[in-house]
């Protein structure tokens, strides 16, 4: 005995509009989610070579270094002194000309400093060294840093290397409560 089983017709769905939809979702995640652009600093560090793995440390004269301090109010101190951000630039400029190859940048942050400051102090540091270099290129060949030739560049960085020291651990207290006076034990 055969029974006979009814066809079922399964009914089609229109999905023409399925690829716009889905377009403007995407186009809307888009638009509304954030898009962070990391931020870094471009450092060329010298080659881990061994047989170049020499003592490259050196003494320098106190008068010969320029040095930095952020605490940990994000606070920028040169030479334990407080510096307002828009002479931080001028200054280094002014001591990297009047120094040339024999000067030192020194860069100490506290941990608990906040990252944009030490970025920002990064930020102004690299610009003036760009500026002090572009005044000599302009000078010696009456074009832009950005404009001389390889040879040209390094003989102007010869003249204005960069010499930059950064510590990151301060071994001084960041607050008076850390620190004791007196000749008794609490």
């Known amino acids: 005995m055969l029974i006979k089983r009814r066809k079922h017709s399964v009914p089609s769905l229109n999905t ?3 690829a716009d939809i889905s377009f403007m979702l995407l186009t809307f995640f888009l638009v509304t989610s954030s898009m962070d652009v990391d931020r870094g600093l471009v450092r060329q560090l010298p080659p881990l070579d061994k047989e170049e793995q020499t003592d490259r440390t050196k003494d320098v004269a106190k008068e010969n270094t320029l040095a930095f301090r952020i ?3 994000n606070k920028v101190m040169l030479n334990d002194e407080p510096i307002a951000a828009t002479d931080v630039r001028r200054r280094i400029a002014d001591f990297v000309r009047l120094r040339g190859a024999q000067h ?12 944009n400051t030490y970025f920002n102090l990064e930020n102004e540091i690299v610009a003036a060294y760009a500026e002090v270099r572009n005044v000599e290129a302009k000078r010696r060949f009456h074009r832009d840093y950005a404009s001389c030739t390889e040879e040209e560049r390094k003989k102007v960085r010869d003249i204005y290397p960069q010499h ?11 607050s008076q409560a850390d620190t004791k006076k007196g000749g008794t034990a609490e």
């Open 16 to 18: 023409t509009s399925t």
């Open 71 to 73: 605490t940990a109010q």
């Open 104 to 115: 030192l940048i020194i860069v100490d942050a506290d941990p608990a400093s906040d990252y």
């Open 164 to 174: 930059l020291s950064e510590t990151y651990n301060t071994a001084e207290p960041t």
